[in-house]
């Protein structure tokens, strides 16, 4: 109960902020939409699809992916702003409940991802996507357990190194490989064995062929439960380091 | 109020290869009593914020024990929590709030209900007459609107204790003074105040009882009057060219009516019984070995020399 009451109240601050911003409310919206019709017009060709709107199947779950991922890695930044002005010090001493300065935050972060791809599906729709209503809620169920996983992995790391000089390269450095073999942009079934080997290390891998197949309509595929399984399992992980980090962090 | 044993805390920091320990706080025993303004004086670096940072449950002591308005700070860190305010030296404020957000934002967090935590906030503002600004962004204010709003954030869920490390720092001579009367409502209201300063004047004027702190513990306890009252006598200060100053230094101690002398960049600082008569005597015996003096004053001993004959060393030089 008072978890739930001072996730709310956190999250209701950040939200607030995130509003306030108009700049970040546009770049949010415009980047996602600039990839799919500028990136997107090159997929069917790449992808030997027979059509666009195959194309998007493909093409969609991945970018949406993609954005849960970087939207929460680099959400970091502003915990570090947020540690400097002395604001996480200041609720610290609070009796507010710690998973709740975390949850707070990662909520919105969720919530945000949320909006994006809500919008990006309405454009794809635009461009002859169909998807079952079903399958996409399960889709973006999965998409949230994504961004609630890395953006409590990224507060986590910021309240441990402390500056953005060490968060920058510590998050591009895990970004790179994660992004690059989880076959995201491309999918990986023409991928040499070694490399597709490699991938089924990468829960993010995972995540990725499960959206695909939910996109695809194959609800029974074993993916599905699967990616949701491995992803649900790592945000509570996440989530559990991460508080543990609020709890005790130094400045 | 407060109560501490041995309360210790070290940190290990990286300097390239190489880990060093600082002993940040090296066993502090401290009695702070209800309603008064318990003043903590030190140079930076003495441990002041540390301490602070350990009575309010955000960094944990590696040794010692503290009772804090009833609560065990080992063993019930969240039941401290309810019962103090803490006001950070850095400051806590978010630039893009506003007072009025992060005042019911704050009260919120200690379970006070919305309607109760806007009431509070609006009586917060006006108390520190905050209202015109209250709804304009925070990194629109001024460094001493900024101040009132991080104590007004402090204390407003009204706890029994307060603590503000370096209130002052940074304030203008009438905001200081203004800050000063602040902190003394508080008292009048009941609450504990425990701050920290390195301004001697500060400790003097507005702490019912001051620690002075150096190198992590602390050298002395006491109300400003009685520290002042263990240095018995006068102060006479001996302005001096620097060259001049050894051979005075070693003059002037070997003299009877000397108790004690410290040599600084000025001149020296001799603790004599009766300044009246020592100045003549200290006037003839300089001329006698035919040593220019600058300047010859004479004081009452200041919470400095008190800070001086305990640490040996002065606290307006560090
Ligand atoms: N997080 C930390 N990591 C490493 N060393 C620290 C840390 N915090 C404080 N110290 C060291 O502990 C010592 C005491 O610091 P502290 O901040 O308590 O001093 P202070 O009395 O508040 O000084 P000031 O008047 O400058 O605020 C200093 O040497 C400081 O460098
Ligand atoms: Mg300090």
Redesign the pocket.
Known sequence: MKLARDTWLIFERQIQLLLRNPVWVFVGVFQPVMYLLLFAPLLKPALNAPTQAEAYKIFVPGLLVLLAIFGGLFQGFGLIAELRAGVIERSRVTPVSRIALLLGRSLRDVVSLIVQAVIITLLALLFDLRVFIGDLLLAYLMLALIALMTSAVSYGVALKVKSEDALAPLMNTVAQPVLLLSGILLPLTFAPGWLQGIADWNPFSWAVDGTRALFAGDLGNDKVWQGLTIVAVLAVAGVVWAARQFARS?? | MIETRGLRKS?R?RAGRETKT?D??RGVDLKVAEGEIFGFL??????????LRMLATLIEPDGGEATIAGADLRKDPAEVRRRIGYVA?GGSTWDESTAREELVLHARLYGIGKAEAHRRAARALDAFQLTEYADRKCKTYSGGQRRRVEIALGIIHEPKIVFL??PTTGLDPQSRAHMWDEIRRLRADGMTVFI?T?YLDEADALCDRIAI?DH?EVAAEGTPAELKREISGDVVLVGLDTAATPQAATLLDAEPYVNKLETGDEGVRLYVEDGATAIPQVLRRLDHAGLDLRSIELHRPSLDDVFLTKTGRSLRES
Do not use: I, L, W, Y
């Open positions: 130094v400045r | 940190f920091s600082v940040a706080v030190g140079p930076n670096g003495a441990g002041k914020t540390t301490t030296q490390d370096e920290t390195h702190m992590g």
